[in-house]
T-cell receptor, first 113, second 113 residues
């Protein structure tokens, strides 16, 4: 079954503020994590990934933080824009497994004007 | 223009009929995947193919079938044995099975009437 979950199914953020989307995982053998963005009616798009030997990785306006001690992953979006409205999924891969990604249920990010 | 295409975007089927969803990629990727997504839910893996002429069942393969006769094509057949086929179907590919960065198509929304 799934070992990746989310704290909040929906997150509302004021435009211009920073967004933080959280993800919990239960398998300590997970060694690779990905965040995807899915806009309504479209397929998911890769945002950023991180390996378990890292604590933080930054992209353009996005930062992923990994806390292996508490098995927690977060995606931070700086200066949230209307185009950031979407469902965000985290997914994990378990070391020495068959490389299958295990997907979380998703968090819907709503941007308030 | 490289990418993954799925057709059709919307598909209607009568109960008891088989239907085939198309997925084509020109990214020269070895691995391809089919996922099912229900409203407000995450992605569930139906079938995957690590390489041409090979495919494996995912978590919810019952009532579905696939083929991988060509590297660029991975059609999914939803059979009459699938009890609840109405869903959004997503096809994805990755450079290899060991590379988790998956590229998604736009999806096909199947409705059973």
């Amino acid at each position: 079954g799934e070992s990746v979950g989310l704290h909040l199914p929906t997150l509302s953020v004021q435009e211009g503020d920073n967004s933080i989307i959280n993800c919990a995982y239960s398998n300590s053998a997970s060694d690779y994590f990905i965040w995807y963005k899915q806009e309504s009616g479209k397929g998911p798009q890769f945002i950023i990934d991180i390996r378990s030997n890292m604590d933080k990785r930054q992209g353009q306006r996005v930062t992923v933080l990994l806390n292996k001690t508490v098995k927690h992953l977060s995606l931070q979006i700086a200066a949230t824009q209307p185009g950031d409205s979407a469902v965000y999924f985290c997914a994990e891969n378990i070391k020495d497994s068959n490389y299958q990604l295990i997907w979380g249920a998703g968090t819907k990010l709503i941007i308030k004007p | 223009d490289g990418g993954i295409t799925q057709s059709p975007k919307y598909l209607f089927r009568k109960e008891g009929q088989n239907v085939t969803l198309s997925c084509e990629q020109n990214l020269n990727h070895d691995a391809m995947y089919w996922y099912r997504q229900d409203p407000g839910q995450g992605l569930r893996l139906i079938y995957y193919s690590q390489i041409v002429n090979d495919f494996q069942k995912g978590d919810i393969a019952e009532g579905y079938s696939v083929s991988r006769e060509k590297k660029e094509s991975f059609p999914l057949t939803v059979t009459s044995a699938q009890k609840n086929p109405t869903a959004f179907y997503l096809c994805a590919s990755s450079i290899s099975w060991a590379n988790n960065e998956q590229f998604f198509g736009p999806g096909t929304r199947l409705t059973v009437l």
